[in-house]
Every structure is written in structure tokens, then in C-alpha cells.
């Protein structure tokens, strides 16, 4: 019987059109993933892993599977699985399905295991749709492993067949309870939401194991495995059905069984569903049966008016479009799914804007954004299901016949339909509305913004909402199979939510795209509406083309096929339809031609392999020029006019150029940006320009007479900044703003000599454009390079005087010290010198600032910021004060007499040290909301802080030549500087937290290194977690190792010896000879291992056992040793030698109680801990000094049995 | 005037569903009898500007419907052999909406129309009751007065009474029966006696054409004295479809009843039968 009612199933659903077409549709979509991948389209950059990670190595293959799984493949899930029995129910079979001898499970195993069936072979598309692209002629063979079968079935295997049997049980069971189709779309949403949330709230380092079990897709489990898999290992390794992913597995299938019988125990052969509620039916009067005449009289009805007028259409649109959203409104799975959603916000509140586990204040930008993120998935499923449920609704409830024969023009319909669907929007954005301020007000935080949050949610997020109901009734409009609607659009907006950019390059081309917009408490939305509406407009236009086409094909009537529909759109009645398409399109065309002009007439458009094209032309023209003399600065003198409402800036100089060579120069070399306008370059001696690139502004002055070595020249410029429209991305910092200018001098200013930061940096994409292999940086003993330091070439220490204006109402900042300010022609300028050398490297902030003033010793320390931003200017100072205190004590006297913190607009989170001036983010740090109460949240804005003002040390005082490795000499000291500063403030706890979450970060950065991992001597500037992460956990433990004193006389030392020296400049093997003199022998290989090689432990207890001696307590304990030394493809390879590793006892969960260093040899050691206090637990390396791959294995509680207790009592 | 000339339509799965049909159907109820898959519904949507003919025109008082398809509508009462209805939606409120879809824009006056409706077709007391709940004949009553909205000049109803109880069925056609006046009422059915019963024009349907037009009184009356029956055994039946121009065999007390057409007296058993309406149906459609 169950036989025959699979195979049954399974023809009819080969009969069926949609079932090729989802296959088809899907094999096309990731045969041309495949070939973007495989890097089949050069211009295109599609990177989903690190650059050496092939296309199609394991990893990729089962990620894209997963990926098709997870967003498309469940709309199929829903369509196959999700109505195997509904449709029983829909075309009424049922009756005589239900009155056969066949037994119910028969029946619903039968219909289950077909629909699954033929779904899992539709879900196999992606694996030939990869295979065919990754093997087809097109793709580069550098991106390509060779073919292995295996990872294509085992990620079925493993992952799709398991996931869509946990999607299929759902719906399943989910439609045998409900039998409602709506409710099967409501769990899909409470699904994806659940699983999204929970992996956002188990996403914390703590609960990797929960959360990987949890994660009913799998994906935490398996980046548990893959989590710091190197270059080497992602390409050649496959999951394995083991640890965690299994558990997962088991754990997941079991669940989607017990749903399954849940759903199989509910289901009965009745015509309605088990009743889910607990109130008694009424019962009807019943029905006279006695025999009434019709008295019907039609002269009695009442005579009424019709019109069929535009104003009474408009009427009975209102009408309509009333009923639609009332029918939205009081459909009881919108309100639970809105209920949901305000659950669901209410639980990310707890997650907003987490930094190092620390939230953020739920300032009303955050919250929209984060809410708006949280929720944007319902709201693109629910409008793409209502679009296909309110368009299709009279044809599924057969009312089609009546309704498609009333005198009502298509547009009304269409138009209603829309009404509702937007409605439905608008009442979600709502959601976030309401919880948004509940949110608000249940943390305390009463600066509500109600305005912002209408002009966020309904001024700029409804219009890209409403597109795409507009296309998503557009597609369900004309397609004959209300699924396969689903799917295209659903396929269509993952579409041009991600590969769309890449391939079509131009939001000209990407539907419904704008340049971006983002809030900023300084600058508000600044110039981002302007160009936000313009967009908006111009697919406004689009939508309109695609509504009034919608509305002219709407499907009317019994057998609409689309040419026939063409014909009665052709109808001359339609003429003003026609009409309003021709004015969309005008508009369209329009608004596209005044975008085009905007962003690829007034301003420059190059595609990212233009723009490479560009840069090997550069490198291709001047490289020869590098090495040849020039002369460098030594004074600044400018004048900076920064004009914030036009978002021009000015400015006028002097610099004075030295030659510092042993060689006569008879031309200099001149580059600036290439956007600038240039109203004056000349030279004290007269010259000539020889070369005028405008291309790249790349000038040649040839000198009447040659510089001498040691000679002076000054060069006088006037150079302007000018903004015209827009720009085809997002312009944030870098250019004048309305409020919250942040520029420094590279963006305006001239440099001298060939800047090879022009240069087309990235290895594999010199390949692709014909380039030679380049260095990622110097060699760290290139004697030439020394003479550069690593900011810039063209200067050592220059002295530094600036005047700069801007708008009466703001304030405008240089480095040095305000010498003068005043009012001048409607400006107001300053006047800024600064009294010592600084590097050539300096910023100019404009803002209306409030300004907050403390003083430590004699240093005044300034924060400038937005009003309302008072949250943590306590913190920052205190930072400030505890960093001078530490810095000054233990390094070297603080070189200026003041300390100023400048806010600006979060459009991008980083702060920065520029001379006694940093400019420090609005979006870290000003709204952290740290809990004190929490001891293991970290105080960031204390930690930037301080890491930002070590940096007038480590850069500012001390900075390193251009080699392999002088990064970390301003970054990771800066680190150390900020670490010393915190573990001074903070409990050991709070460090704990942070040094692992370091560790995370840099375990996982170093496994998706694209060219090689460098050991942290000779570290290149692009690898940030060398620098940051693993310099700070290093350095902090060679603070540990050696003795805060001894690490800190070396770093006096290094500093005393190279501060504001140069050239030549410093390398990092300087300070690790220093630290070498205040390390002891046998801690030498400890300095080998932490700067010269990647050095990897795995550190783990094995067992311990507590037990007691009189008064102590005795720990014996096993701990298992291993250490080993990476290369740079991050292959291991065992190091033999035996190490010094902390071992140390807690008292509690979270108190160290005692610890102690003790000499482990590789493999197991047996130490025995003596303690006055009853340990809880005992930590191999408890304060996470090593590198160490696994932490969780670090620790064994301990358990006291006190022996007394276990003989039988007498 | 409803003027259908040279009307055909063949469906793409092959299926010649209308051949060259013309019909002129004035005021008055109009009764289209055939049988099942004769052509009706097609005809009946076609006319309903649901769907459009391969060839030949319908005209309405002098206008091409299928060029003017919103004008027809605005003038059209339709009550489709088959429709489904909103679960948990009223009657009430699905008159409503239809109303203002049929133009009635003034909520007063819509009110008033939806009131006297379904007081008219007995469905005042459920109108609060959710469509889903109907029976058949409360089902059919409501298309009827759905149908009424806007004072139609031209109204179609597409096999009204097929699977109505003999009470409901009369009812429905009293009603039915009510509306004819002054206007175009097409009652497309199978059943022989509704068209008896309602209509003073009629078209005889079969296989996509008509076969037979006309007054069925007068129609009946052309067959008089030439319907004659007998009865036989079942097996005989054969031998008297071959030997005579039957026009229908029944069952009648286990026995077969056998319906020829003859203009002489075929003897041989057969007694003369008053034609009835039944008759002609058969005889055009064997």
C-alpha cells in the first residue's frame, strides 16, 4: 500500500512542470555561482573565503549547499512537503482518499517519503550545478582543487538530506496539525527566526557547545569544527560526522522524529482538523426544515446609484484597500507572527550592539537598525508570501468566477492588493516601533526620538519594502503556479542582495539600490537622503512601470496565458495605463540619466578592476621612479578652509623640503589625489613640469638648479576639495560633512616622491592582471628602507603650524595648541602650532563640538563631542589619566601638554592617534553602555582610550623603518600600553574575558590568512590580528614570563634609545634585543618562540584529584602538554622542547586563588598543588598567556570526597 | 439584445468546446439545456467576458463584448456554475465588497441594497455567518443576490440548481423567475424541467453547437403525435435503438421504457406519448 501510493506520488510529481523548473532553476543559479566562484569573471571579485581557498574546496561546497538549503530550498520544502496532504484537502481528493481501506500511516508515510523524495532530488541541483561550472572550461584553474566526488555526497549526505528532513518533519507535521498553509509559512518564519536567534544569543565564546547543538541547520556545530582550520586544512578537509556535528545530527533528527509522530498522532481521516481549542462549540438553532415560498420581489430593492467614474474607482479602491488590510488585520497568524516578532526584539535588545560582550546604549539609531536587521527577515518572507496569498486568494477560494467578471478595472484590483500588502509592512515596521521604545523606556534610556523613528522606518525603510511587495505581486502576477512565484522571487532577492553587486557593478543596475544612508547622531542622515531619494526615485519609476504591467496583465478570467493577457493589455481601454508606463519610464530614464551623470560624469566611476587596471598602469609608468632621491619634508605650514555645508574644503600652503640625500636633485616628484583641483603648484626655485599626469595628478617639476645635499626648497601650493552630486557609493569620512569633518592630510594634501601605496597590493589579484609577485612588505634587513619610517616617505619629523576655518558654529581642530582663534568674514578660524617635531601624518576635525576639560598633573586632557554623548566621558577621562599615569611611570615623559579626544560620525568605528589629537568614533565607545556591575564585561571605551594614548608613545614618540614587522612597534606596544592600563583597573576576571575573546580572534583570523602568516617580528601591516590580537595576548604574557619590571626596562630602554629618532628607524628586532637583555637564559626560547616563530600550545588537564592532608589541601594532577610551531601555510609540526606553563587553583568559579609556573615536558606531566584553601577547580595556563587551541579543555573542576564521610557510620 | 454569431472556441488541450454558434437571445429568461460537456459553461464565460473565443462575436445591445469587456461587466449579473467562497468572511460582508466593486460607492445606499438582498433571498438571519457554513441552497441564493448588485441588464446563471434538494431547487427557481423581466436571463442547465418551468426562449446544446432553438412550448408542440413508447425487456433495448429512431430508453418498474420518434404510428407495440420537454432534450442530443 505504501508502496503504491510513493510511486503514485512520485509520477505525478514528475508530471508535474514545476518540479523541472525549481531543478533547472536551481542548477542555473549555482552553475553561475560556481563560475563566479571559480573566478570565470575576473572583473567580478567574489570572495566567499580566504584568497587561497579554492572554489570548490570542501568547505565552499558544503557552505553554497547550505546556503541553497537554507533560503531557497525550504520555499521548495513548503511546496512539496508542506502540501503533500493539503492538497487532498484543496482539490477535495480527500473524500475519497479517507473512505479507502488504505491505513493511515500508509497514507502519510506514503505522502511524506514521496515529496521528500523528490524534494532531496530537486536539492541535488546545486551539487551538478557546481560541478558543471567548477569543471567547465571558464573557471581559473589557480581557483580550483582537482575533483573529488566525495565532498558533493557527503555534504548531501550530511547536510542536505538531514536539514531537509528537519525542514520536511516541520512542515509536516505542521500541516497534518493546522492543515492550514498559512500556519506551515508561520513555524518556516518562527524557524529561521529561532534559529537565528538562539545562535545570536549562544554566540558568545562561552556557549559554542550549546549553541552548536542548538543550531538545528548544523552550520555553529560545523564552524566548531572548521573554527581554526588553516588555508591548508580548508582546502583538503571535510567534515566528518563527528564530536559536536554529529551530536547535532542525532539530536536534530530525533527531534524532527518525535515532530513527525506528533504531527502523525494528530492527524485523523476527517474532513476537519482536531480541534486546537478548548471552548465548546455552540450549538446552531437548528434549521426549519418546513418549506418557505421565495418572496422574492425584485421591484423591492432599492434603486441605487453606480458610477464607474475615476473618483468613485478611487472610491471603491479605498474601499478595497480598507477591506484588504482589515482582512491582514484580523488574520490571526499576522498577529501571532507579530507577537512573535516583538518577543524575538525584545530578546535582541539583550544583544545590541555587542562589543567584547558589552552592549551598547539603545540609542534610538541602534535600536532601529538592529531591530530593523533582527526583523527583516519575517518582513521579506511575510511580503513575499502575502504578495502570492493576496494575489492568488480569489483563485484558491474559487471566488475568481464572480470576482474577475465585476465591472472593476484591473488597477483597482491591483492597487488594493498593494494597499494591503504595504499595510501589512507598515504594521510590522510598527513592531518595531512599539518594542523599540519599550525597549527604550524599560532600560531607562528616555531621550526618545519619535520623529527619528518615523523618518527611519517610514521615510527611508518603507520604500525598499514596498518595492519589492510591488515585485513580488509583479512576479506572482504572471506566473501560473503560485510557488513557483515564491521561489523566483525569493531566488530573485537573494539574487540582488548579494551576487547582484558584484556582477552588475552599478546600483544604476541593481534593483531597488541606493548608495546607502546612515544615521549618525552628529551628522543625521547629512548628505546621504539626497542621494538615498534620487535612487529611490529613479526605481519608484521602475516599480510604477512594473505595477501598471502588473495591473494590465493581471490574470482575469478562466485561461489567461500570458500572450493572450498581452492582447488585452493591447486594448485601446488601457490607454491611460499605457500612459502612466510611458511617464515611469520618462521618470526612469530620467532619473537614471541624472544618476549616471552624477556618478560617472561629475565623479569618477571605476569598477574595483578598473581600478587595479589603474594602479598596475601606475606601478607599470613610475615604479622606476622609487628609488630615485627626493627630497623630504621638514616644515607645514597650511591653511585649511573647510566649508561643511558644500562639503568643499581649501587649502594653501608652504612646505619646506629638505634634501636629506647625498645626491643632487634636479626633479622632484609631486602626487596628489587625483579628484583635486589644483590652483597653484610652484617651487621656490624655478622649475619646470615635465610631466603632468592628470590621471593620477602625478607631476614632474624639473629644478633650473639641482638640490644639493643638504639643501632647502619650499613648495607653495593651493589645492581644493570640491564635492559635486553624488557619488556612486558610500562617501562617509574622508570628505568635508555637514557635521563631524574628519580628513587627514593624504586626502589633500601633496606628496612628495613615488607613493607606492598607489600599487596594486593584493598577490592574487596582481596574478590576474599580469602583474609580478610583490613583497607585503620590505625584508626586515632592506638597510635601504631604513631610512623610511612606516607612516609616510616623504617626511621624518616636521614641525607643524596650521590655520584652519570652517562655519561660525563649529569648532575646527589641528594638532598643536590653539594659538588663536577669531572671527573673520563670517568664518571662524583657529590657529594651530604645534611646539615639538611631529610625524608627517596630521587630521583636521570640524564639528559643532561640546567641550569637556579635566587636567592630570599639567597635562589638559579635552573631549570634544556631541552634545548628548555624555555617557562615558568619565570613563575616558579616568582612562586618560590612569594611561598618562602608567605610561609616564613606566616608559618615557608624555612629549605635548595636552590630550584632546575628538568625536565623529560612525561611519566608520575605529579611533585614531594623530599628535596630543584622537579622533575617536561616535559609534564606539560614546554610547557603550558598560554594567560595572558585570565583571566580565569589558570597559572598552577605557580600553580604546588607553590603547589610542599609548600610541603618543608607540608611533608618536617611537616609530618603526619600513620593514616586515614595524607595526607592531606602534600597535601591539599600544596594545601592551592598554592591557597594563586595564589589568590595573579591572578584575582578573574582566582580563580573562578579553584576552579570550583575543585569542577567538586571532585563532580564527590566522586560519582565513590569504597569503601567508607571518611570525609576530616580522608581521606585515595588513595582518591586524597579528598585530592586535596575538601581539596583545604575547606581549601581556612576556609581561608575565619576564616580571612587569623587567619587560617594562626594556621597553625604557628601546624608547630612551629611539624616541623621535630617525632616520634611520627602528626594527622590531631592536626591541626584542632589548627584551632579550632583561630575559633570563632559560626563558630565551620563550622571546624566540613569541617574536620569530608561531608558536601554537595544546594545553590540557587530563585529570585531577583533590584530596587532604591535614590542613592542606592536596591536587594531583595530570596535565597533558603539547607545543607546536606553525608555518605560514599553517601546517604544524611538533616542538620537542619542554616549556614553562602556569598552573594555578580557583577558589570559585571565577577567583584565582593561586598560581605557579612550573617546567612541563611535551606529553604528561604529574604536578602536585599544595593549598591552604579548598580549590574549586584546577586551570592549566589560567590567565590565558598562551596560544592555546582548545580552552575548554584547560580546566577540570574538582570534586572532594572527604573520606570520613564514605565509611559506613557505625 | 444578446446577439453570439459564429462563436467557436477549441481549448488548447484539443477540446472544441463552442462550433459555430449564433445565437440572438432577447429579453426574457433564456434557457441553454445540454448536457454535461456540451459547451454551456464555455459559452456562459465567454459571454461573462471570462474567458475569449477563438473566433466569431458577441455583441450586446451593439456593443463587442470582447472589446469592451468593462462595459459588458458593468451590466452583468453572474452566477457561475462553480464558486468557492471566503472562509469566515459574511455574507454580509462579501455583498458589501462586491457592491462597491459593482460600483455602489455610496455607503448608505450600498446598506440599504445589502439589507433588502438578503432579506429578498432569505439569508437576513444568516448574515452574520460565515460563508464556509452554507449550504448549498443558502450558497446559491447568495450568488443570486451577489448577482443582482447593480441592476444587471444581463444576467447569467450557470447550472443554478445542479445538486439542490427539490425544495431548494423550487425555491431557487421562484426566484429566479422573479428577475426575468425587462432584461437578459441565460439559465444554463441540465435539467430539462427548470427550463420548463422558467424560460419562454431556449437553445438546445450538444457538443460545442446548438442543436435546437426555440419557444419550448412551441418546440414541444412540433413534436406532437410523434413520441410513442413502450415497454421492453432490458436486453431488448438494442434491437429497438437499431430498428427505430429512439429517442431515450428509462428504466420503468424494472423494466425498460423505450422513447421513439416516429411521424407515423410504428405499431409493433408502441403507444402514443404526449411530448414533453424531456423529449426534445433527448432527441437532440442522442
Same mark, same amino acid.
Given at each position: ?132 561550472? &567548477? ?17 558533493? *555526497? ?177 488574520? *490571526? ?23 567584547? !560582550?558589552?552592549? *551598547? ?279 585649511? !578652509? ?28 609631486? %602626487? ?33 638648479? %639641482? ?69 607585503? %612588505?620590505?625584508?626586515?634587513? /632592506?638597510?635601504?628602507?631604513?631610512? &623610511? ?22 569648532? %575646527? ?18 590657529? &594651530?602650532?604645534? !611646539? ?95 554594567? /560595572?556591575?558585570?565583571? !566580565? ?132 628586532? /631592536? ?25 601554537? &600550545? /595544546? ?55 593561586? *598560581? ?55 | ?286
Amino acid at each position: 500500500m505504501f508502496g503504491s501510493i510513493f510511486a503514485f506520488e512520485v509520477r505525478r510529481s514528475l508530471r508535474t512542470l514545476s518540479t523541472y523548473v525549481y531543478f533547472v532553476i536551481l542548477f542555473a543559479v549555482t552553475f553561475l555561482v560556481a563560475l563566479l566562484a571559480g573566478g570565470a569573471f575576473p572583473e567580478v571579485n567574489f570572495q566567499i573565503a580566504g584568497e587561497k581557498i579554492f572554489a570548490n574546496a570542501p568547505l565552499i561546497i558544503d557552505a553554497f549547499f547550505g546556503a541553497v538549503n537554507n533560503y531557497i530550498g525550504t520555499i521548495i520544502i513548503v511546496a512539496l512537503v508542506g502540501n503533500a496532504v493539503l492538497n487532498d484537502f484543496r482539490n477535495n481528493t480527500y473524500t475519497m482518499i479517507f473512505t479507502t481501506p488504505v491505513s493511515k500511516f500508509d497514507y502519510l508515510l506514503g505522502r511524506f517519503s514521496a515529496s521528500m523524495f523528490i524534494s532531496l532530488i530537486i536539492l541535488s541541483a546545486p551539487a551538478f550545478g557546481m560541478m558543471l561550472g &567548477y569543471s567547465s572550461p571558464w573557471v581559473n584553474p589557480d581557483k580550483i582543487g582537482a575533483f573529488t566526488l566525495m565532498p558533493y *555526497v557527503s555534504t548531501y549526505l550530511l547536510t542536505t538530506i538531514p536539514n531537509a528532513l528537519i525542514d520536511g518533519t516541520i512542515f509536516f507535521a505542521v500541516s497534518l496539525i493546522a492543515r492550514d498553509i498559512f500556519v506551515i509559512w508561520l513555524s518556516l518564519i518562527i524557524f529561521y527566526v529561532a534559529t537565528g536567534v538562539s545562535s545570536s544569543i549562544f554566540g558568545s565564546l562561552d556557549n559554542q557547545t550549546i549553541a552548536a547543538i542548538v543550531d538545528p541547520m548544523g552550520n555553529l556545530a560545523k564552524r566548531t569544527i572548521s573554527k581554526y582550520w588553516s588555508t591548508y586544512d580548508k582546502n583538503h578537509l571535510q567534515y566528518t560526522l563527528s564530536a559536536l556535528f554529529l551530536v547535532n545530527r542525532l539530536v536534530w533528527l530525533g527531534i524532527s522524529a518525535i515532530v513527525w509522530f506528533i504531527g502523525y498522532s494528530f492527524f485523523s481521516f476527517s474532513s476537519s482538523p482536531r480541534r486546537m481549542s478548548f471552548r465548546k462549540p455552540k450549538i446552531g438553532e437548528s434549521v426549519k426544515l418546513t418549506f418557505v415560498p421565495s418572496f422574492f420581489k425584485k421591484s423591492e430593492l432599492p434603486v441605487v446609484s453606480r458610477s464607474f467614474t475615476d473618483t468613485s474607482n478611487l472610491k471603491s479602491l479605498w474601499g478595497l484597500s480598507i477591506n484588504e488590510c482589515l482582512n491582514m488585520w484580523r488574520n *490571526v497568524y499576522f498577529r501571532i507572527i507579530m507577537l512573535f516578532g516583538m518577543l524575538l526584539l525584545f530578546l535582541s535588545s539583550t544583544q545590541l550592539g555587542k562589543l567584547y !560582550d558589552t552592549t *551598547v546604549l539603545p540609542v534610538t539609531y541602534i535600536v532601529v537598525e538592529q531591530f530593523g536587521g533582527t526583523i527583516q527577515l519575517i518582513i521579506v518572507i511575510l511580503t513575499i508570501m502575502f504578495g502570492g496569498e493576496l494575489v492568488w486568494r480569489a483563485r484558491d477560494f474559487k471566488m475568481n468566477n464572480i470576482l474577475d467578471s465585476l465591472p472593476v478595472p484591473n488597477w483597482v484590483f491591483y492597487c488594493s492588493k498593494l494597499a494591503g500588502l504595504v499595510f501589512m509592512q507598515i504594521l510590522l515596521l510598527g513592531v518595531i516601533f512599539s518594542s523599540g521604545v519599550i525597549v527604550q523606556l524599560f532600560k531607562g534610556y528616555t531621550h526618545l526620538e519619535i520623529f527619528l523613528y518615523f523618518k527611519y522606518l517610514y521615510g527611508y525603510r518603507l520604500i525598499d519594502l514596498m518595492m519589492l511587495a510591488v515585485l513580488s505581486i509583479f512576479v506572482q502576477a504572471l506566473v501560473k503556479n503560485k510557488y513557483l512565484g515564491y521561489f523566483i522571487v525569493g531566488i530573485f532577492y537573494f539574487w540582488n542582495g548579494t551576487f547582484a553587486g558584484l556582477v552588475l557593478k552599478q546600483n544604476l543596475f541593481i534593483f531597488s539600490s541606493d548608495p546607502g544612508v546612515n544615521y549618525s547622531d552628529m551628522n543625521s542622515f547629512g548628505h546621504f537622503s539626497y542621494a538615498f531619494f534620487v535612487y529611490k526615485l529613479y526605481w519608484g519609476a521602475f516599480c510604477l512601470v512594473l505595477a501598471v504591467l502588473s495591473s494590465l496583465l493581471w490574470a482575469r478570467g478562466s485561461e489567461m496565458s500570458i500572450s493572450q493577457r498581452l492582447d488585452e493589455a493591447m486594448n485601446k481601454v488601457n490607454k491611460r495605463s499605457w500612459a502612466v508606463m510611458i511617464v515611469g519610464v520618462v521618470v526612469f530614464l530620467g532619473c537614471g540619466s541624472f544618476i549616471y551623470y552624477n556618478t560617472n560624469v561629475l565623479n569618477k566611476f571605476e569598477t574595483e578592476w578598473k581600478q587595479e587596471e589603474a594602479a598596475k598602469a601606475f606601478e607599470l609608468k613610475y615604479k622606476k621612479f622609487e628609488f630615485s632621491p627626493q627630497p623630504k619634508i621638514t616644515d607645514v605650514k597650511l591653511n585649511v !578652509d573647510i566649508f561643511p555645508y558644500t562639503r568643499g574644503l581649501r587649502s594653501n600652503g608652504v612646505f619646506v623640503l629638505k634634501n636629506k640625500t647625498n645626491f643632487n636633485i634636479d626633479s622632484i616628484h609631486v %602626487a596628489l589625489p587625483s579628484t583635486l583641483l589644483i590652483h597653484q603648484l610652484n617651487f621656490s626655485i624655478s622649475s619646470q613640469m615635465v610631466v603632468n599626469d592628470s590621471q593620477y595628478a602625478y607631476r614632474i617639476y624639473k629644478l633650473s638648479s %639641482a638640490l644639493k645635499p643638504g639643501d632647502t626648497i619650499s613648495l607653495n601650493f593651493d589645492v581644493e576639495m570640491v564635492t559635486k552630486g553624488f557619488r556612486e557609493g558610500f562617501t562617509g569620512l574622508g570628505t568635508p560633512l555637514d557635521n563631524g569633518t574628519f580628513v587627514n592630510n593624504l586626502s589633500f594634501l601633496p606628496n612628495i616622491g613615488y607613493d607606492k601605496s598607489y600599487e596594486l597590493t593584493d598577490n592574487t589579484h596582481r596574478k590576474k592582471h599580469g602583474l609580478g609577485y610583490r613583497k607585503t %612588505a620590505n625584508p626586515i634587513n /632592506d638597510t635601504p628602507a631604513l631610512q &623610511y619610517n612606516t607612516f609616510v616617505h616623504d617626511a621624518d619629523f616636521i614641525t607643524f603650524d596650521a590655520t584652519v576655518s570652517t562655519v561660525p558654529d563649529q569648532i %575646527a581642530v589641528a594638532p598643536g595648541y590653539l594659538q588663536k582663534e577669531w572671527m573673520e568674514n563670517g568664518r571662524r578660524y583657529f590657529h &594651530y602650532k604645534m !611646539d615639538t617635531r611631529i610625524l608627517n601624518f596630521y587630521s583636521f576635525l570640524s564639528a559643532r563640538y561640546i567641550i569637556k576639560k579635566e587636567k592630570w598633573n599639567d597635562v589638559n586632557i579635552e573631549i570634544y563631542y556631541q552634545q548628548g554623548h555624555e555617557y562615558n566621558l568619565e570613563r575616558m577621562f579616568r582612562s586618560a589619566k590612569r594611561s598618562l599615569d602608567y605610561y609616564t611611570t613606566h616608559f618615557s615623559p608624555y612629549q605635548y601638554k595636552q590630550v584632546r579626544i575628538l568625536e565623529f560620525p560612525r561611519y566608520a568605528t575605529f579611533a585614531q592617534s594623530f599628535p596630543n589629537t584622537i579622533p575617536f568614533s561616535e559609534g564606539i565607545g560614546f554610547i557603550a553602555n558598560v554594567d /560595572d556591575s558585570s565583571k !566580565d564585561q569589558v570597559d572598552y571605551p577605557f580600553y580604546v582610550t588607553a590603547h589610542e594614548i599609548a600610541h603618543q608613545w608607540f608611533a608618536h614618540q617611537v616609530i618603526g623603518a619600513d620593514v616586515e614587522g614595524s607595526n607592531m612597534l606602534s600597535e601591539s606596544l599600544a596594545q601592551y600600553g592598554a592591557i597594563m592600563v586595564m589589568e590595573k583597573e579591572y578584575s582578573e576576571e574582566m582580563m580573562r574575558k578579553f584576552l579570550r575573546v583575543e585569542m577567538d580572534k586571532y585563532l580564527t583570523a590566522r586560519s582565513n590568512e590569504s597569503e601567508k602568516e607571518k611570525p609576530w617580528a616580522y608581521v606585515d601591516q595588513g595582518q591586524g590580528y597579528i598585530l592586535y590580537e596575538k601581539g596583545g595576548i604575547q606581549i601581556h604574557a612576556l609581561n608575565k614570563y619576564l616580571g612587569e619590571d623587567s619587560l617594562n626596562h626594556a621597553m625604557q630602554r628601546f624608547i630612551e634609545k629611539y624616541r623621535f629618532q630617525g632616520p634611520p628607524y627602528p626594527i622590531t628586532l /631592536d626591541l626584542v634585543d632589548e627584551i632579550r637583555k632583561s630575559t633570563p637564559d632559560s626563558l630565551q626560547y620563550f622571546i624566540t618562540d613569541a617574536f620569530t616563530k608561531i608558536t601554537i &600550545y /595544546d594545553n590540557k588537564i587530563k585529570e585531577a584529584k583533590l584530596s587532604k592532608n591535614i590542613d592542606d589541601y592536596v591536587t594531583e594532577v595530570t596535565v597533558n602538554s603539547k607545543k607546536t610551531y606553525s608555518d605560514s601555510t599553517g601546517k604544524d609540526s611538533d616542538a620537542p622542547s619542554d616549556n614553562y606553563v602556569e598552573v594555578g587553583l580557583y577558589k570559585s568559579r571565577t577567583a584565582l586563588m593561586q *598560581v605557579a609556573m612550573y617546567k612541563l615536558k611535551p606529553g604528561e606531566n604529574h604536578l602536585t598543588i599544595i593549598s591552604k584553601e579548598k580549590p574549586y577547580k584546577v586551570v592549566i595556563d589560567p590567565r590565558l598567556l598562551l596560544i592555546d587551541r582548545k580552552l575548554d579543555d584547560n580546566e577540570v573542576k574538582l570534586e572532594y570526597k572527604d573520606k570520613t564521610q564514605d565509611k559506613p557510620k557505625a | 439584445m444578446l446577439q453570439i454569431a459564429n462563436l467557436s472556441k477549441t481549448y488548447p488541450n484539443g477540446v472544441r468546446a463552442l462550433s459555430d454558434v449564433n445565437l440572438d437571445i432577447s429579453n426574457g429568461m433564456f434557457g441553454l439545456l445540454g448536457p454535461n460537456g456540451a459547451g454551456k459553461s464555455s459559452l456562459m464565460r465567454t459571454i461573462a467576458t471570462l474567458q475569449d473565443a477563438d473566433s466569431g462575436t458577441i455583441t450586446f445591445n451593439g456593443m463587442d463584448v470582447s472589446k469592451n469587456k468593462q462595459e459588458l461587466r458593468k451590466v452583468l449579473g453572474y452566477l457561475p456554475q462553480e464558486f468557492g467562497v471566503y472562509p469566515k468572511v459574511s455574507a454580509e460582508e462579501m455583498l458589501h465588497y462586491i457592491a462597491r466593486l459593482k460600483g455602489v460607492s455610496n455607503d448608505n445606499e450600498r446598506k440599504e441594497l445589502v439589507k433588502a438582498l438578503l432579506e429578498q433571498v432569505n439569508l437576513y438571519n444568516h448574515r452574520n455567518k460565515s460563508l464556509g457554513g452554507y449550504s448549498g441552497g443558502m450558497k446559491q441564493r447568495f450568488g443570486i443576490a451577489q448577482a443582482l448588485i447593480g441592476n444587471p441588464k444581463l444576467i447569467i446563471v450557470d447550472e443554478p440548481t445542479a445538486g439542490l434538494d427539490p425544495a431548494e431547487r423550487l425555491r431557487f427557481n421562484n426566484l429566479l423567475s422573479e428577475i426575468g423581466e425587462n432584461i437578459i436571463v441565460i439559465l444554463s442547465t441540465h435539467i430539462v424541467e427548470d427550463v420548463n418551468e422558467l424560460c419562454n426562449d431556449m437553445a438546445i446544446i450538444a457538443g460545442g453547437k446548438v442543436v435546437q432553438r426555440g419557444n419550448p412550448e412551441e418546440l414541444v408542440l412540433g413534436l406532437q403525435n410523434r413520441i410513442w413508447i413502450k415497454k421492453v425487456r432490458k436486453e431488448e433495448v438494442a434491437f429497438y435503438q437499431a430498428e427505430y429512431k429512439m429517442v431515450l430508453a428509462k428504466l420503468s418498474g424494472g423494466m425498460m421504457m423505450v422513447y421513439i420518434n416516429s411521424e407515423t404510428d410504428p405499431g409493433n407495440g408502441f403507444v402514443a406519448n404526449k411530448p414533453t420537454l424531456e423529449d426534445i432534450y433527448f432527441s437532440n442530443i442522442s
